[in-house]
C-alpha cells in the first residue's frame, strides 16, 4: 500500500472514530453495546495499522527518542541541580517552579526532541510517516503540562484525581474518543423520581468540585495572608474574617459545582427543612456553640494570644474555632473548651486589656529582724529577677500581721509576659530572696514545739 493510501485509512480511522454516535435510545442497555463496538472498531483498526511497516518504524523512532531523552536528562540533572542551589535569594514561588522541572527533566527533553522529530520528518518525508509521531508528541505534551500544572494543588488526593481524570481526558481528546467515552458512561445510569444520574454526571461533578475546591483554597489562603498582616484589623476580628471568607468560597465553590452539572437545587429545600427541624431538636448545643462562637468574635473579650484561667485550667489561646477555644497550657496539654462555656462560665483574662500581670508572694521573718531592711532586701532581690518589671511598676513590700512565730509580709510585682508561666516566675522570684536573706542574715523562722511524755512527767514529779 502508497503512502497515500496510508495516510487516507489513518484519517478515515481517525474520522470514524471521531465521528458521534446516534442518538442514545432510552433503553442504556443500547447505549452500553453501542460505545462497546464503536471502541471494538477503533481498537481493531489500530491493530491493523499497527502491522504496517511505518507504523512500526515510527514506533521505533519514538522508543530511540526517548532512549535519547533518558541518557540527556541523567547528563543535565546534576548539572541543574548545582545551577539551582546557586539560585541563593530567589522567591519561593520561582525555585518551587525549578524544582517541578528539574523532577521531570527527563519528560520535558523527550518532548522537545518528539517535536524536534515530527517537525524534521515532515519536512523531509510523506506526512503518514510522522502520523503517529505527531499523536505520541501531542500526548507527552498535554501529559507534562497537566503533570507541571497539577503540582501546584497542595492536597495529594485532589491532586491525583484531577491529574489521572485530566490525562485520561486529553488522551480521549487527542484520539478522537471523547464522544464513545462520553456514550459508554451515560449508559452505567440509574434514576430516582425524574433525576437521571449517570456515571458521566459524577465525573464531571467530582472534576469540577475539585476545581472550584483548588480554587476556593488558593484564593482563601491568598487572603488569610493579606488580612493576618493587616496590623489595623484585631486579631478576633481578623480571625471572623477569615472564617466567614472560608464558609462564602466553598459555599460558592459547592452550588456552583452542582449546579454546573444540571443538578437541580430546589430538591434541597426538603433537606433544608429537615435539618432545620434537626436544629430545633438535636443539636441545640451545636447552634449554641456556633453563636457563641460568633458572640465572642464580636465582642473581642478573648483573642488568640491571650492568656486565660478556666476552673483549674490555665494557658493562652491557640486558636478561635466555630465550635470551640484552642487553649495550651505550659505542659504541652491542648484543651478543646467549648465556647458556650467562655460564654455561660467565670472566665479570668490575664491579658485582656494589657499585657500587665501583677504577682503577689508570701514569706516570713524573724522578730529580730529589723522588718525596714527586710522590705528593701525584698524589692532588692525581686528586682534582679529578669522578668520583673522595674519603674514605674516597680515591686514593693509591705508588712501584713504579726504571727505566731514571724513577722509576715507581701512581696507584690509585675511582669508583661504571661504567656511564659507564672509558676516559674514565683519560684525565681522566691530563690532570689533566699539568697539576700541569707547573704544579709535574715533567718526565715518555722514553728518549733517541745512533746513531752507523760510517763517521763510523773517521774520527775516524784
Given at each position: 500500500m502508497s503512502d497515500a493510501d496510508q495516510t487516507s485509512t489513518l484519517e478515515q480511522t481517525a474520522a470514524t472514530a471521531g465521528q458521534p454516535l446516534p442518538e442514545a435510545t432510552p433503553d442504556a442497555l443500547s447505549d452500553l453495546r453501542d460505545a462497546a463496538f464503536s471502541f471494538a472498531d477503533f481498537a481493531q483498526s489500530i491493530t491493523e495499522n499497527l502491522l504496517r511497516p511505518w507504523i512500526a518504524y515510527q514506533i521505533a523512532i519514538a522508543a530511540g527518542v526517548f532512549i535519547i531523552a533518558h541518557i540527556l536528562a541523567a547528563f543535565l540533572k546534576p548539572r541543574f541541580h548545582n545551577w539551582m542551589r546557586a539560585r541563593e535569594g530567589w522567591p519561593t514561588w520561582r525555585m518551587r517552579i525549578l524544582v517541578m522541572l528539574h523532577r521531570r527533566l527527563r519528560l520535558l527533553v523527550y518532548v522537545v526532541l518528539i517535536w524536534i522529530t515530527v517537525l524534521v520528518m515532515r519536512e523531509i518525508t510523506w506526512p503518514s510517516r510522522s502520523y503517529l509521531l505527531g499523536i505520541i508528541a501531542n500526548l507527552t505534551t498535554a501529559w507534562f503540562f497537566v503533570a507541571?500544572?497539577?503540582?501546584?494543588?497542595?492536597?495529594?488526593?485532589?491532586?491525583?484525581?484531577?491529574?489521572?481524570?485530566?490525562?485520561?481526558?486529553?488522551?480521549?481528546?487527542?484520539?478522537?474518543?471523547?464522544?464513545?467515552?462520553?456514550?459508554?458512561?451515560?449508559?452505567?445510569?440509574?434514576?430516582?423520581?425524574?433525576?437521571?444520574?449517570?456515571?458521566?454526571?459524577?465525573?464531571?461533578?467530582?472534576?469540577?468540585?475539585?476545581?472550584?475546591?483548588?480554587?476556593?483554597?488558593?484564593?482563601?489562603?491568598?487572603?488569610?495572608?493579606?488580612?493576618?498582616?493587616?496590623?489595623?484589623?484585631?486579631?478576633?476580628?481578623?480571625?471572623?474574617?477569615?472564617k466567614f471568607l472560608q464558609v462564602l468560597l466553598y459555599g460558592s465553590a459547592f452550588f456552583i459545582g452542582i449546579r454546573s452539572v444540571g443538578v437541580d437545587l430546589t430538591g434541597l429545600a426538603f433537606l433544608s427543612g429537615a435539618i432545620g427541624v434537626g436544629l430545633g431538636f438535636g443539636l441545640q448545643k451545636v447552634v449554641s456553640n456556633l453563636v457563641s462562637g460568633i458572640i465572642i468574635l464580636l465582642d473581642k473579650s478573648i483573642k488568640p494570644g491571650d492568656v486565660i484561667s478556666l476552673g483549674e485550667t490555665f494557658g493562652w489561646i491557640n486558636a478561635l474555632g466555630a465550635r470551640y477555644v484552642s487553649v495550651v497550657t505550659r505542659d504541652g496539654k491542648?484543651?478543646?473548651?467549648?465556647?458556650?462555656?467562655?460564654?455561660?462560665?467565670?472566665?479570668?483574662?490575664?491579658?485582656?486589656?494589657?499585657?500587665?500581670?501583677?504577682?503577689?508572694?508570701?514569706?516570713?521573718?524573724?522578730?529580730?529582724?529589723?522588718?525596714?531592711?527586710?522590705?528593701?532586701?525584698?524589692?532588692?532581690?525581686?528586682?534582679?529577677?529578669?522578668?520583673?518589671?522595674?519603674?514605674?511598676?516597680?515591686?514593693?513590700?509591705?508588712?501584713?500581721?504579726?504571727?505566731?512565730?514571724?513577722v509576715d509580709y507581701i512581696l507584690r510585682f509585675w511582669i508583661m509576659d504571661p504567656t511564659g508561666g507564672l509558676t516559674n516566675v514565683r519560684g525565681a522570684v522566691f530563690l532570689a530572696l533566699w539568697d539576700t536573706f541569707k547573704e544579709n542574715g535574715i533567718s526565715i523562722p518555722f514553728p518549733q514545739r517541745e512533746v513531752r511524755m507523760l510517763e517521763e512527767a510523773e517521774q520527775s514529779t516524784k
Open positions: 507541571f500544572v497539577t503540582r501546584f494543588i497542595h492536597n495529594s488526593l485532589l491532586r491525583g484525581i484531577i491529574r489521572y481524570g485530566a490525562w485520561i481526558w486529553v488522551t480521549l481528546s487527542i484520539v478522537n474518543l471523547t464522544d464513545e467515552a462520553q456514550s459508554l458512561l451515560h449508559g452505567f445510569a440509574f434514576e430516582f423520581g425524574t433525576v437521571r444520574l449517570s456515571l458521566w454526571t459524577v465525573i464531571q461533578a467530582v472534576i469540577i468540585l475539585a476545581v472550584l475546591f483548588a480554587g476556593a483554597r488558593f484564593i482563601s489562603t491568598v487572603s488569610t495572608s493579606t488580612i493576618r498582616r493587616n496590623e489595623e484589623i484585631s486579631p478576633s476580628m481578623q480571625v471572623l474574617a477569615i491542648e484543651y478543646l473548651i467549648p465556647n458556650e462555656d467562655l460564654i455561660t462560665g467565670q472566665v479570668v483574662n490575664w491579658s485582656h486589656s494589657s499585657d500587665f500581670v501583677r504577682l503577689d508572694i508570701f514569706f516570713g521573718a524573724a522578730y529580730g529582724d529589723d522588718p525596714h531592711k527586710v522590705r528593701a532586701l525584698a524589692v532588692a532581690a525581686a528586682q534582679t529577677v529578669e522578668r520583673v518589671l522595674g519603674d514605674p511598676r516597680a515591686p514593693v513590700c509591705h508588712v501584713v500581721g504579726f504571727g505566731d512565730s514571724s
